[in-house]
C-alpha cells in the first residue's frame, strides 16, 4: 500500500522558515552601499554590522536548542520569529550605526532558535530513509532566501529607498507565522495526517538503541560533548558556513566594487548562485538518500558524501585567477551548491548519530555554534582584508583552506554513536570505546 506523504508539508514549512530567516540577513548585504554612503562607514565598519546579529545568534543558541527540547519547535519558532522579523522592522526605522548595531543584535537572538529547532523536527517527522532530502529541503531555504531576498531588496530599495525595504521585508514573517501555529503539531498529534503515515513516522523515527523517554529530556549539553563525533559535527559545520557567511555578507558588495554593478544587477547576479544552490541541493540530496537509506543510520557512512562535497566546494581558491564575471559565477555556484550540500548532509549525520530525539535541539544548537563561531569571523576578516590589501583575493584563499580542513574532519571524527545521558557518562569523551561502527 503506498503511503501518503503529507509530511513534505511540514519540510516545505521549514523550508520557507529559513528561507525568510535568510531574506532578513541578505537585505542588509544589499542595502550595504547606500548605508555605508549615508552613514560614511568604512569597510571594516561594514563588516562589524554585517557580523553583529552572529554575535547575539551564538549567546542565545544553547538556550534556544534548551528551549526546543522543553517546549517544542511550535512555541518557539513561533516566538523566535516575532522576534526578528520586528528586528529586522527596526533596521529601517533607527538611525545612526549604533542603532543599527542593536537592532541586529536582536535580529540574532530571534534567529538563534531557527536551526535548532528544525533539527528536532527532522528527528520527530522525518523517516531515516529521507532524512537527507528533508535536511536538504529546509537547509535549501538558506539559499533560496538569499536568491530571493537579493532580488527583492534590490527592487524595494530602488523603488523606496532601503528603510522602507527593511519595514517591508521584517513583515513577511507574520504571513508564515499564521501558517505554522495552524498546521504544525508533533505527527502523533497531527489530525490531517493519515493512519498509516502517522504509524510509518513514528515507528521509522526511531534510531537503533533509542529508548522510550517521557516528559523532561535527559542528558544536557556537557554530555553530548563528551562524543568526538559531536565535535567532528561541530567542526564541519564551521568549515562550510565560513564560506557560506563570505559569500551571504560580501558577495553583493564584491560584485559591485570589483566588477562594477549596479546595486539591481547586483542583486540579480547574487541571485543566481543561490537558485543554482536550491535546485541542485535538493537534488543531490534525493540522490544520496537512495543512495543512503539503507546502511546510513548504522554505519555513519554519510560522513563520506559530507568530506566530497567540501572538497568540491573548494573551487573557491581559483576565484583569483579570473576576472571574467560569468566564470566566476559558475565557481561560486560550484562552491555554494556544494556546501548547501555538505550543511544538509552534516545535519543529516547528526540525526543519524544521534540516539535520542529528545536532544535534538541541543545537539542541533552545538552544530550551529561549531559553524556560526567561524561564520561570526568571515564578514570581519573579508572586511579587514579587503581594507588592507584593496582586494578579496586573499578572503577567497581563506575560505578555500577551511573548506580543505573541513575535508579532513569529516574523515576523521564523527564516525560513532553521540548517545544519550547515561551512555555518554559511561563512554566519556572518547566515544571511540563505544561499540565499534562498520565502515
Known sequence: MKIARRRWW?????????????????????????????????????GLMLSAFLWSYLLFLIPSGILTDRFGPRVVNAVSIVVWSLATMLVGIVRGFGGLIGARLLMGVGESSTYPAAGRVLREWAPASERGRAASIYNSGAYAGPALGAILAAALITSFGWQTMFVIMGALGFIWLGAWLIW????????????????????????????????????????????????????????????QYLFLTWLPGYLEQVHHLSIMKSGLFTAVPYIVAVLAGIGLGIVFDRRLKRHAQSTARRRYIVAACLLASSVVLLTPFFSDVTVILILISISMTCISTTVSMNLALLGDLLRSRHLAGRANSIAMIGGNTFGAAAPIVTGYIVDTTHSYNSAFVVAGIFLLAGVVVALTLPRHPIGDEESAHAHGFDDAIAAPVAQ
Open 184 to 243: 504544525f503539531r508533533d505527527p502523533s498529534k497531527a489530525t490531517w495526517l493519515s493512519g498509516p503515515e502517522r504509524a510509518m513516522i513514528l515507528e521509522e523515527r526511531k534510531v537503533p538503541g533509542e529508548q522510550p523517554q517521557e516528559g523532561k529530556p535527559k542528558g544536557g549539553v556537557l554530555s553530548l560533548l563528551r562524543y568526538r563525533s559531536m565535535w567532528g559535527v561541530a567542526l564541519v559545520q564551521s568549515a562550510a558556513v565560513y564560506t
Open 10 to 46: 511540514i519540510y516545505l514549512l521549514l523550508f520557507v522558515l529559513v528561507m525568510i530567516n535568510y531574506m532578513d540577513r541578505t537585505a542588509l548585504s544589499v542595502a550595504v552601499g547606500p548605508i555605508q554612503k549615508e552613514l560614511n562607514l568604512s569597510s571594516t565598519q561594514v
